[in-house]
């Protein structure tokens, strides 16, 4: 199985200013001349040495989570990264019908926001399942299409675009994967999904707020999270925001990410829901915070801490 991120922000897509640009600029240019580059045949080894937030970016799209491995397409969320999936389905080549399934955590406007403009969504032959939890999953995705706030109906958009309840007791097969939920805590309940196929797990849990439940045995996100290959976790804070100004906005921060990934053995674990507000630099550095309090917290642990960035891929 495998992983692709389109969209890894949270609540905001995130912008990319003038003053971020100069500076990524500024920091090569300034390295290559103390090193002396003097080669364009030099120039990928010199790329490559360049700290991420220099020479790439984390992205700026809300969650858009491709799950690749069954026999369909299969997406978690509709945020605004869903346009560059859309954009990728629609260059490669195919026969027959597509279908895509996207399986939304929640309606919150962040998950929602990319669907107008999937442009498989307007391709007749297209066949579109939405999946979720929530009793108003279909008019969310009317409404925010319905005057003043859109230009085309959901229902004038081509594809064939259906809603489907999730079974939250039972294993659900969507795509050729087996699929299971979870309910989390967040303003208005979210759910969390859990992918299933030839023994590998890939648990996608995004804005849930965790608490100080961590160590207790009887926790179930430790069971849901158990083993898991690829475990993709909210944590939009670190432990001073989400101690001192954010409690109850219904996000975890990287430590309790991190202290529930080694608790339930996780392989991977990709931090996710990244804070708008944060640029390259300071992502970087959270990044790298995370990672030191994970050598302090579980030594012996060799669970790998990734930082979702758009356009990451992960393979199991
Ligand atoms: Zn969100
Ligand atoms: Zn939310």
């Known amino acids: ?19 971020n640009i100069e500076y990524k600029v500024r920091f090569a240019l300034e390295k ?3 090193l002396g580059v003097q ?19 984390y992205g700026n799209n809300t969650p858009c989570v491709e799950i690749l491995g ?40 962040d998950h929602i926001q990319g669907f107008p403009f999937f442009i498989p969504a307007y391709m007749q032959g297209t066949v579109i399942r939405i999946w979720g939890c929530h009793d108003g999953l279909e008019s969310a995705f009317v409404n925010q299409q319905n005057p003043p706030c859109f230009p085309v ?7 064939n675009i259906r809603f489907h309840p999730l079974d939250l007791h039972g294993p659900n097969q969507i795509g050729g994967l087996k699929v299971t939920a979870i309910e989390q805590p967040h303003p208005g309940l979210t759910y969390g999904y859990c992918f299933e196929q030839d023994g590998k797990k890939i648990v996608y849990s995004t804005d849930i707020e965790h608490q100080d439940e961590v160590e207790d045995p009887m926790n179930p996100y430790v069971q849901f999270y158990r083993d898991a290959d690829i475990l993709i976790m909210d944590c939009q804070f670190n432990l001073a925001d989400h101690l001192y100004t954010k409690q109850n906005w219904g996000h975890s921060s990287n430590l309790i990410a991190i202290e529930l990934g080694v608790i339930s053995k996780a392989k991977t674990l990709c931090l996710f829901h990244a804070d708008p507000f944060l640029d390259d630099l300071q992502l970087d550095k959270f990044l790298q915070d995370s990672r030191r309090y994970h050598q302090i917290y579980a030594p012996d642990s060799e669970m790998e801490i990734l930082l979702a960035y758009d356009g990451m891929e992960v393979e199991c």
């Open 32 to 34: 290559a001349i103390r």
């Open 153 to 159: 109906l959901l229902e004038d958009m081509g594809a």
């Open 39 to 57: 080669s364009s045949s030099a120039l990928d080894e010199f790329i490559r040495d360049l700290p991420f937030h220099i020479r790439s970016t």
């Open 70 to 109: 069954g026999n369909e397409i299969v997406v978690c969320d509709a945020g605004s990264g869903l346009r560059d999936l859309g954009r990728y389905l629609v260059s490669q080549p195919f026969s027959g019908p597509r279908v895509v399934n996207i399986l939304v955590s929640h309606l919150h406007w």
């Open 1 to 19: 199985m495998k992983v692709k991120f389109w969209g890894c922000r949270g609540s905001l897509p995130a912008s990319v200013t003038h003053d």
